[in-house]
């Protein structure tokens, strides 16, 4: 649950407001109300308000936070919403037939209050029905509706965009009148009120008398409203921006609102608003505010907040089957059926249940049943279990398993969890606690985030939604802000800021998520060392509105979205629970969500349950659906759920450092960490998946050298080795903290876990009374105080930073699958991995150039060898179908189908002969409704085919095909056409042909780069070939820079701007000093004019892995603009620019001094060796074994050496070594400088 901060009270003396706002919007109005809900509610405790009222613009999504914020306050919560109402139907698109100057509106407004829990339940309901059935512009509701759900409501007239004041500006008097009968009979006298409000607009002043004649004819209460948008009054040009900003419109362009008015206004503020208004006397003054202390007097709600043991209470009720229904008790029922599962599982677990296995279950199970928590358990349970066995009743065959991970987060640390096949690792194997999961002494309701394979998430979703109802489950809101970057950006547009100079003051705001504007103006501190970038331009009047109405609308909410992963299930329908509204996903499917947040929805009586999509188990499915696909008749699948976890050869490769793809493994550092440790076990790979993170990252060099020599190991105490021997000394997990306390203080689990909490958080006072309680318990086990507080001290850092070994267990499981995968099947696994990124092409390249470094070839797409999804075939990688742009996944599979079901295609027109005659089924997928059958293999899919090489192995070049193809296809559509219609040929049985074979016009085949273009344009990256395959020697030998590790020399030369600055230097260039070589084909070449009028340039250089951006200054652009071609190879000299450290540059970019002469290079005199060090590099063994290495090489050569140091007391070196130091270049001796653990990178100039 969230934390409501309790504000200041009203100064000494205010007297209590007689007044109370019924009519407020905040942030959650979504881009038209600029308050934050902690700001109103501050102001009017302020000015001693014994109630508040929020009625955001057709939602609720604010309304629980509000509640409880108010009632931490002292303040009386007035739950409500404005509502929009539509003109008849609310399931009509029906625009108002009436209006002004020919306008005519979509919706009218309308006021709701909730009194109390059923009022809340009411309004639920109308703002869910809204959103699903009534979306017509905006979410409506009708009078239909409101006679269903209005008990336990107040309703008010609302602004002049209410109905009665719309028909009575309109001169519809009597229409006016008879719909506030209506209303006034429907919620009855005392709870339909007649709004008046005036905030200076002609409107209001006109239609005021006509409100207040209807309300005294009518017997109905006046009350007196302020539509409050904004705090304060001088937010008011702020509120107009953040309209501008909904609407796209620029500031100047945007209407205001019609004065300064529209804010949260004093009591004494209140009783002036009306004042010189036709009609308006003391008495009506009187009234309208009296009635607004009647309405809040009336109004008593608390939205019921369940405990934890309560929400066993709300779970949905999973079915049984009928011989598990035996009791009254449903909750007996279902540990029942719980209890059957786990015995189930047991069994096919393990061999021989001992009496270790059956005291743990027992033991879990008794704390489960006795939190009520077998229902939660159940209905993850079955989720998976359909997962992992779902059966295609169309084709009367079991569907492809859908691969769910082995476990996530501390619930694999459950005995229970695996024997129901929920988690796949063994709790025993891997020594986890139970108590880390579910904890006896502190209730909380259980949480298991389930993996499941990507491309089968939303099928999961379905099921459950079928298995439990639509109305029942639904996604999670998220919400987005206007976060520094996105404010500083939405106001430049709004003001017409030029976007260059927007753009730059973007940069100068730090990446941190934690970052606020406040930041970039005051100095850089400790917690935010990147702050204080916009000083420099503070007081420059071009951005002074910018930076005044940006720090005003920073945190303003700005759109909706969904949760990536949580799902909510209601025990009945969420809006008995929580309102929902819809969405329109990423895929443009509508999509329905509980309009809070994950924070505060399951005190609302909703569980919270985490379907998480997870590319890794795409990947293992993709590379088992390879390898199978190609076996023999009759031999067994590969399954990597039940390869052997001792695989030699696989421990190998992570040995070697050869994890590139391998999940959770695949960074350059760790694959480092790989070589120096020489894992041999699984377990040291989940001991290092927990320490390759920040903070627990500086005990690596511990944990490898313990490995090494074990007589070096040192452990706080000897009793303690037991529970430390297998991470040689260190507490890497949270797990061993928790054992260490019961070890040393005799703790028991469940306190050893709240122990633990506790030091996470390291709040002092906590922790003070804690490590009390771990001394006063060590004594009693016969442990020193002085040993214990010594100990006590050791545990904190590690429990702030230690890993949850079940997630790290778990993890490192799928790790070491997709490890065996690679190591025993390479071709495959690197297939799989290029499937998997098929639909974005961004890693194509990486993983393209991998393959090949790992002897395994790619070839094109080809219509007679390619699948849907990239394949093996011979050994060689086969470009899927379904990754060329324009093709489509229905075209792919019919072309594959059409090859397996009747053989390779023989020629081009063999092919359009076959393929253009293919149809879908003719069914709409979303409705099921027929249609006319669709071709499947269009014109489109025809030239791209051509275009990627997909013909090159029949009969015909590239070029002849598109010079041809369009004639082709018409030629063949016309013989299929006239084969439609039945005619008979007058040439049947006779062996004349009645349509002669169609003639190519030959066309000489395109230049090899023109081909590879058209490739890459495509299909996202050079697969046939690549421009660069003739120098990829000389870039392997002569770069010293390229695509994959700019970045981190950007940051170098930004550091290296940075100590300049700071010693007083004065910057010698735009660019840092160090200079290196590039070596790519330059492409995108455009040429731009400086403020000087000079012409410099831009590029990209394109190497074997991606691109680098190269600009080229106006002297050398002079020097160098007659030379310079696209799709040129050149070898480029310069330095990396990153900006400068008040405006970094989001990427790195090769500021170019001169063209080296690329056969030169091949042949250059090497005088450099540049060796990049880790950051904080400063472990005695690693420096004593770089020492080593380079003084072995000493006298080797005439290559100085050159030291990069990255943070050391944060600050950056360039460090050149001893002149005569002089080493060699050969490849051994960089090789092994590369293989120690700390060295990022060594390159030679």
Not at 45 to 69: I, Q, R, V, Y
């Amino acid at each position: 649950m969230a934390d409501y901060h309790v504000f200041d009270p009203a100064p000494e003396g205010t007297p209590p407001s007689n007044f109370v706002h019924l009519h407020v919007h905040s942030d959650y109005s979504l881009l038209d109300g600029c308050s934050k809900i902690d700001a109103l509610v501050a102001k009017a405790k302020s000015m001693n308000m014994s109630a508040l009222a929020l009625t955001d613009h057709g939602n609720m999504f604010g309304a629980l936070n509000f509640e409880k914020l108010c009632h931490v306050n002292g303040i009386n919560p007035i739950v409500g919403e404005e509502f929009y109402v539509a003109y008849g139907s609310h399931k009509e698109q029906n625009l108002i037939p009436y209006g002004r100057n020919g306008k005519h509106g979509k919706y009218f407004h309308l006021i709701l209050l909730c009194k109390n829990q059923t009022g809340y339940k009411n309004m639920s309901w109308l703002s869910s029905i809204a959103f699903t059935e009534g979306m017509y512009f905006k979410p409506r509701i009708d009078f239909e509706l409101l006679e269903k759900y209005h008990e336990g409501l107040i309703c008010c007239s609302a602004c002049i965009q209410g109905e009665i004041p719309q028909l009575l500006m309109n001169g519809l008097d009597e229409e006016a009148y008879q719909v506030a009968a209506k209303y006034r009979d429907l919620f009855g006298k005392d709870n339909y009120y007649i709004e008046i409000q005036n905030h200076g607009l002609a409107d209001q002043i006109e239609v005021a008398p006509k409100l207040i004649k209807l309300a005294r004819d009518l017997g109905i209460g006046l009350v007196l409203t302020n539509d409050v948008h904004y705090t304060n009054k001088e937010d008011a040009e702020a509120q107009n921006a953040l309209v501008a900003i909904g609407h796209k419109k620029l500031l100047k362009d945007t209407p205001p609102m019609g004065g300064p008015e529209w804010y949260l206004k004093s009591e004494s503020e209140m009783k002036k608003v009306l004042g010189g208004i036709q009609g308006v006397d003391e008495g009506v003054i009187k009234e309208a505010m009296e009635n607004t202390m009647k309405i809040a007097s009336m109004c008593d709600l608390t939205i019921h907040q369940y405990s934890t043991p309560e929400l066993k209470g709300t779970l949905p009720r999973f079915e049984l089957p009928k011989e598990f229904q035996k009791h009254e008790d449903y909750t007996q029922n279902q540990d029942d059926y719980m209890r059957h599962i786990v015995e189930e599982g047991l069994r096919k677990r393990y061999p021989e249940i001992t009496k270790e296995i059956r005291m743990r279950c027992e033991y879990e199970l008794g704390i489960i049943f006795s939190m009520g928590f077998s229902g939660y358990f159940l209905i993850v349970w079955e989720f998976i279990n359909w997962s992992k066995s779902t059966y295609d009743n169309i084709h009367n065959k079991p569907k492809h398993y859908i691969p769910i991970g082995p476990g996530r987060g501390s619930g694999a640390g459950s005995l229970v969890a695996y024997s129901m096949g929920i988690t796949d690792i063994d709790p025993f194997r891997f020594k986890l606690i139970f108590e880390r999961f579910l904890n006896p002494e502190r209730v909380s309701m259980p949480d298991f985030d389930i993996d499941m394979d990507f491309d089968f998430r939303q099928e999961i979703i379905q099921h459950t939604r079928d298995l439990y109802g639509d109305s029942q489950v639904g996604h999670i809101v998220t919400f987005g802000t206007l976060k520094p970057k996105n404010v500083i950006a939405d106001v430049g547009r709004i003001l017409d800021i030029p976007l260059s100079d927007v753009n730059m003051l973007k940069k100068c705001v730090p990446d941190s998520p934690k970052a606020k504007l406040k930041d970039c103006f005051n100095e850089p501190t400790e917690k935010m060392p990147d702050g204080g970038q916009l000083i420099p331009y503070k007081d420059d009047p071009r951005f002074t509105k910018l930076f005044e109405l940006a720090k005003k609308l920073e945190g303003c909410i700005r759109n909706t979205g969904l949760h990536a992963s949580g799902m909510v299930i209601g025990l009945t329908a969420l809006p008995d629970w929580a309102p929902v509204f819809a969405i329109t996903d990423a895929d443009g499917k509508m999509k329905t969500a509980v309009q809070y947040t994950m924070d505060i929805i399951e005190p609302c009586g909703l569980v919270k349950f985490d379907y998480l999509g997870l590319k890794t188990l795409s990947l293992i499915r993709y590379t088992e659906d390879i390898i199978n696909s190609h076996l023999p008749e009759g031999a067994k699948p590969i399954n990597t759920r039940e390869i052997p976890e001792d695989d030699k050869e696989t421990f190998d490769m992570f040995s070697r450092g050869e994890t590139v793809a391998i999940f959770q493994f695949e960074s350059p550092g760790m694959q480092k960490w790989m070589k120096a440790l020489q894992p041999n076990c699984l377990d040291d790979l989940v001991a290092m998946n927990a320490l390759y993170r920040p903070g627990p990252m500086s005990y690596i060099p511990n944990f490898v050298e313990g490995k090494k020599d074990p007589a070096k190991i040192n452990y706080p105490d000897p009793c303690l080795e037991g529970i430390l021997k297998e991470t040689y000394g260190i507490m890497v997990y949270q797990e061993q903290v928790m054992q260490v306390s019961q070890k040393i203080a005799g703790f028991s689990l469940g306190g050893a876990d709240m122990l633990r909490r506790a030091m996470g958080k390291k709040k002092p006072e906590v922790l003070m009374g804690k490590k009390k309680e771990f001394v006063e318990g060590a004594l009693k086990e016969g442990f020193t105080t002085k040993h214990a507080e010594d100990i006590f001290e050791i545990m904190i850092p590690f429990a702030g930073y230690g890993f949850n070994k079940s997630h790290a267990a778990a993890y490192t499981v799928l790790a070491y699958r997709t490890g065996w995968l690679k190591c025993h099947y390479p071709a495959e696994f690197m297939a799989a991995n290029l499937t998997n990124e098929i639909t974005t092409t961004d890693g194509l390249p990486f993983y393209i150039e991998e393959a090949r470094k790992m002897g395994v070839a790619v070839d094109a797409p080809d219509v007679n060898r390619s699948d849907i999804n990239f394949d093996v075939v011979e050994g060689r990688i086969v470009f899927g179908l379904r990754g060329i742009k324009g093709m489509g996944t229905g075209a792919a599979a019919a072309i594959v189908k059409e090859r397996k079901d009747n053989g390779p295609f023989t020629s081009f027109m063999n092919f359009l002969e076959r393929c253009l005659k293919l149809r879908d089924s003719g069914t709409d997928e979303e409705t099921g409704e027929k249609r006319a059958p669709k071709q499947l293999v269009n014109k489109k899919a025809i030239e791209v085919l051509i275009q990627t090489g997909g013909f090159d192995h029949l009969d015909q070049n590239r070029a002849t095909l598109l010079k041809n193809y369009e004639a082709a296809i018409a030629y063949e559509e016309k013989i299929l056409a006239e084969a439609s219609y039945g005619q008979v040929s007058l040439f049947a049985d006779t062996g004349i042909k009645e349509f002669a074979d169609f003639k190519f016009e030959q066309v000489e085949e395109m230049p090899k780069m023109a081909l590879l273009n058209m490739e890459k344009e495509l299909i996202g990256c050079f697969v046939s070939g690549h421009p660069l395959d003739d120098w990829r020697n000389v870039i392997e030998k002569c770069s010293s820079i390229n695509s994959q590790n700019i970045m981190r020399y950007g940051k170098i030369a930004l550091a290296e701007k940075a100590a300049q600055a700071e010693n007083g230097e004065r910057r010698r260039s735009k660019n840092n000093g160090t200079t290196y070589i590039a070596i790519g084909m330059i492409n995108g070449i455009r040429t731009i004019m400086t403020k000087k009028g000079e012409p410099m340039a831009f590029a990209k250089l394109d190497d074997m892995n991606g691109s680098i951006d190269v600009t080229f200054f106006p002297k050398t652009w002079a020097q160098l603009k007659d030379t310079i071609q696209n799709e040129t190879v050149y070898a480029f000299r310069g330095s990396v620019d990153m900006g400068t450290p008040e405006m970094p540059r989001e990427t790195p970019s090769l500021v170019v001094n001169s063209i080296e002469d690329i056969n030169s290079l091949q042949q250059r005199s090497i005088s450099e060796v540049h060796i990049q060090l880790e950051p904080g590099f400063d472990k005695v063994k690693e420096i004593s074994q770089l020492k080593d290495i380079i003084f072995g090489e000493q006298g080797m050569g005439n290559c100085i050496v050159f030291f990069h140091l990255d943070n050391i007391n944060g600050r950056n070196y360039i460090v050149k070594a001893n002149g005569q130091l002089n080493v060699s270049h050969s490849e051994d001796f960089l090789s092994q400088l590369k293989d120690l653990p700390n060295v990022v990178e060594v390159w030679t100039n």
